[in-house]
């Protein structure tokens, strides 16, 4: 995944963040590559929703203070997410493979891009 200009929402702390979300699902897509995502990918999960839950802590803050309407509707949205990276993580424990890691990524990188051009571009500054 590579971070794009279409993905600023013109907030230095909101696109740091996001361009971080971005480097974590690379490292995750390198393990894979590198056959070695089964060894990492509860690592790797962890090290997303640490940060995950960190942004949308601080990006929901600041919608907040920016008084933008539709804010639970988004905070909805980022508790989904929540619910499942958990269910991600539980499914893994109880059959680790390949596949699980695969669909993982698809799911996290597209949710992640969609995300941020569906819901994050609405409080664009």
């Not at 897509?29 to 995502?37: D, F, N, Q, V, Y």
């Amino acid at each position: 995944m590579k971070w794009q200009d279409q993905y600023s929402v013109n907030h230095p702390l909101m696109d740091q963040q996001h361009k971080q979300l971005f480097e974590i699902l690379n490292q995750l897509e390198g393990h894979i590559l590198k056959e070695e995502a089964l060894d990492y990918f509860l690592e790797t999960l962890e090290q997303l929703s640490d940060f995950a839950w960190e942004h949308f802590k601080a990006e929901e803050t600041i919608l907040e203070e920016l008084k933008i309407e539709g804010l639970q509707d988004h905070m909805d949205k980022h508790q989904s997410f929540k619910k499942k990276i958990m269910a991600m993580t539980q499914s893994f424990f109880k059959q680790p493979d390949l596949k699980q890691v695969e669909e993982a990524y698809s799911f996290l990188s597209h949710w992640l891009v969609d995300h941020i051009l569906e819901e994050d571009m609405k409080y664009k500054m």
